[in-house]
């Protein structure tokens, strides 16, 4: 099959070719037809498939179609995204894929004014990109009008859910006042939350679920390592000075834990850019430029960015902290190998991590390989981990000395 054979305007298919993009995936090969047919869809396929453009190639067609039939104003297509940096990339395809149609797409989230949003949408956008929470103020304050929606996107769909937004789309489903077409899609989804999407479809909706027996990206290769918590740091810097040209995102817990990270690197003279929700907007975005653009190629972030976030060439993901939500350990290594690129993924794995590997290994379905560590490394580490804990000790020992001594001084 080849995109020549759709039935799209020569502009999309153009569009299509300048993206690079030569045959379908899987998933774009048994999305786009269906929802050229204005079936209902659900679809469940691996991280770095292609998934956008699954949606985003039929909906710019029967927009693009709709809009050369008739005059039609409003917004037609809401894409729901769960994270701002998403809506945004998100936003960024379509306005690829649509160039040269009279198709007007816009990315909406919060962390920024919203008088130029306003604006712009009051200006007249046809798909609309956007994280709930900024949505939902517009249409509360009547900025956004969805009663000419005819097309509605969840991507990262059993996330969507999972935030607690049902109540959210069944209220927006209410709104819409024209017959519409529901998609959901996902690289993962669990029983429970399937339930709930298909309450939210048309009852005979496509389903499509492509690879389901491992939900990891067949272009990543994975494993775990064990290792002591205080060695950890040592190894990822170790990785780091080992593979230079790597371009690497590294997942810990918390946003504190990111920001220790980067302390310590930057102590070992290694620059890194940091992701997570404790920054500003502007920071969040120049973070995610400068790894993007490469000016700096490490990446230290949170499970903020473990959905969804296609940067191209990340050759590298460490798990420096095992997600404590099974399933995000699949998002986040599928940070990597997207496209038809490959990529490699490594967990640090501590005792207090065991059970959270299980549960993870439980999720795949499979044991995760077990990888070895050449002796120069784990006695580095441990060297370093020993080293760290003597200064430690001795700062104490400053510390009281130098408490000792005033007291003393008062005493006198
Ligand atoms: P998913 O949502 O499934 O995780 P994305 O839609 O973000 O994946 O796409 C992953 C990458 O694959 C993107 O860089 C995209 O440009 C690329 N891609 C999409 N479709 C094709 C295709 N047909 N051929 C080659 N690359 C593609
Ligand atoms: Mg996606």
Same mark, same amino acid.
């Given at each position: 099959m080849k995109f020549d054979e759709y039935k799209i305007a020569d502009e999309i298919k153009r569009n299509i070719e300048n993206s690079g993009f030569k045959k379908p995936t899987d998933i774009q090969y048994k999305c786009i037809p269906s929802i050229l047919a204005g079936e209902d869809v659900l679809a469940v396929a691996q991280t770095g498939t292609g998934k956008t453009a699954a949606f985003a190639i039929p909906l710019i067609?029967?927009?693009?179609?709709?809009?050369?039939?008739?005059?039609? @104003? &409003?917004? #037609?297509c809401i894409v729901m995204c769960p994270t701002r940096e998403l809506a945004k990339q998100t936003g960024g395809v379509f306005a690829k894929l649509a160039k040269h149609t009279n198709l007007v797409s816009f990315a909406l989230y919060g962390g920024i004014e919203q008088e130029r949003q306003a604006a712009k949408i009051q200006k007249g956008i046809d798909v609309l990109t956007a994280t709930p929470g900024r949505m939902f103020d517009l249409i509360s304050q009547g900025i956004i009008d969805v009663s000419n929606v005819r097309f509605f996107v969840l991507d990262e769909a059993d996330k969507m859910l999972k935030l607690g937004f049902y109540e959210d789309l069944v209220y927006i489903k209410k709104l819409l006042k024209q017959r519409h077409q529901t998609m959901f899609f996902s690289a993962t989804i669990d029983e429970e939350i399937k339930k709930l999407a298909y @309450?939210? %479809?048309? &009852?005979?909706?496509?389903?499509?679920?492509? @690879?389901?027996?491992?939900?990891? @990206?067949?272009? %990543? #290769?994975? &494993? %775990?390592?064990?290792?002591?918590? /205080? /060695?950890?740091r040592f190894y990822l810097l170790d990785f780091i000075v080992e593979n230079p040209q790597a371009k690497i995102i590294c997942f810990a817990?918390? #946003?504190?834990?990111? /920001?220790?990270i980067k302390k310590f690197l930057e102590k070992n003279n290694v620059s890194c850019t940091i992701f997570h929700s404790g920054l500003a907007q502007d920071e969040r975005e120049k973070s995610l430029c400068d790894f993007h653009e490469n000016r700096c190629p490490i990446l230290i972030a949170t499970d903020i960015s473990a959905r969804g976030i296609d940067i191209a060439n990340v050759s590298n993901v460490i798990n420096y902290d095992l997600p404590e939500i099974a399933e995000n350990y699949v998002h986040r290594i599928g940070r990597t190998g997207r496209g038809d690129k490959k990529g490699e993924a490594i967990s640090f794995c501590c005792k207090e991590e065991e059970g959270l590997l299980k549960a993870i /290994?439980?999720?795949? &379905?499979y044991e995760i390989n077990r990888v070895e560590i050449n002796e120069e490394t784990v006695q580095k580490a441990k060297i370093g981990a020993e080293n760290e804990n003597k200064s430690l000790q001795e700062m104490i020992l400053n510390e009281e000395a130098a408490a000792a001594a005033m007291r003393k001084k008062r005493r006198k």
């Open positions: 067609e029967l927009i693009d179609r709709q809009k050369k039939n008739k005059r039609s @104003s &409003g917004i #037609k @309450s939210q %479809v048309k &009852g005979d909706a496509i389903r499509i679920q492509i @690879s389901p027996k491992d939900p990891v @990206s067949r272009n %990543v #290769k994975h &494993g %775990v390592l064990f290792l002591k918590q /205080e /060695e950890k817990r918390t #946003k504190l834990r990111v /920001e220790r /290994e439980n999720y795949t &379905g």
